[in-house]
């Protein structure tokens, strides 16, 4: 889904549009795409609380 889909469906506030708007998480999407990717090949459910 692109930046502006996720502005549209209210996912991000508004100030999300704009070309940098995303880079403070950049950081962790690597290791979580990692994570996620070894928990779907082992058939393993994953719980995420966001707070």
Do not use: Q, S, T
């Amino acid at each position: 889904m692109a930046p502006a889909d996720l502005i549209k469906a209210e996912v991000y506030p508004l100030c999300c549009d704009e070309p940098d708007a995303h880079e403070w998480g950049r950081r962790w999407y690597d290791g979580l795409n990692r994570f996620f990717g070894a928990a779907a090949a082992a058939d393993d459910a994953v719980l995420v609380w966001l707070d």
